[in-house]
């Protein structure tokens, strides 16, 4: 699975975000997944996973919440999740939109 995007912490931790549903062992209704820094070893990026059939606020909400776990991993999902609700409603309220994505994101699968 290729990253569509890699970025480093300020702990120097590299991470890998892809666009994919985060596994259903996660929960039916998990939007975004960020793992544990604890997993970065040397051939191995902790990812992020953020599933690519949201609307387009819901994943400016998705991605700005999991990035924010990468960085502030000791954070609550409380204050996270606050975090991400007030700069992705900043964003979107000042014309923020995303007209067409520039990385690749899988089909969804039929049922």
């Not at 990253?3 to 892809?18: E, S």
């Not at 999740?81 to 995303?98: K, P």
């Amino acid at each position: 699975m290729n990253p569509v995007f890699q970025f480093t912490n300020t702990k120097g931790v590299k991470y890998d975000v892809v666009f994919r549903k985060p596994h259903k062992s996660n929960g039916d209704d998990v939007d975004g997944l960020c793992e544990d820094p604890c997993e970065a070893k040397a051939n191995y990026n902790p990812r992020i996973y953020i599933n690519p059939y949201l609307t387009k606020k819901s994943e400016l909400n998705t991605s700005i919440h999991e990035m924010a776990h990468a960085f502030f991993w000791d954070k609550s999902e409380t204050d996270v999740a606050r975090f991400a609700d007030v700069v992705s409603n900043f964003l979107y309220q000042n014309g923020w939109r995303l007209p067409k994505r520039k990385f690749h994101a899988p089909a969804r699968k039929k049922k």
